[in-house]
């Protein structure tokens, strides 16, 4: 089992940045792709960004070009850098591990998520 533990969020105006981190602890050998979704309310849970061991990356295209992921492996931690933050960004971000790209059913280990709220 992996313990997922987010931190970073936070409230932004329009066009600022925020940073999320996210540390892994536990079976960590089991991880390979290290993924961020999010949730806004009244939605479902949409594919942010994942990151694999090789340190391939992908993106969903509302993300192109505005936010970063990227990995330590010997801290087992994940970063998204999010800037140029619009509004619509505002959700619950969760960190998730072990899984495959953009498919949340796939990932086995799930953060309690982390807030960012974006102002207008």
């Known amino acids: 089992q992996v313990q997922l533990e987010e931190s970073g969020g936070g409230l932004v105006q329009a066009g600022g940045s925020l940073r999320l981190s996210c540390t892994a602890s536990g079976r960590t050998f089991r991880m390979d792709a290290m993924g961020w979704f999010r949730q806004a309310p009244g939605k479902e849970r949409e594919f942010v960004a994942a990151?694999?061991?090789?340190?391939?990356?992908y993106y969903a295209d509302s993300v192109k070009g505005r936010f970063t992921i990227s990995r330590d492996n010997a801290k087992n931690t994940v970063y998204l850098q999010m800037d140029s933050l619009k509004p619509e960004d505002t959700a619950v971000y969760y960190c998730?591990?072990?899984?495959?790209?953009?498919?949340?059913?796939?990932?086995?280990?799930w953060g309690q998520g982390t807030q960012v709220t974006v102002g207008s």
């Open positions: 998730a591990a072990g899984g495959r790209i953009d498919y949340a059913p796939s990932y086995a280990s």
């Open positions: 990151i694999m061991w090789s340190g391939a990356y």
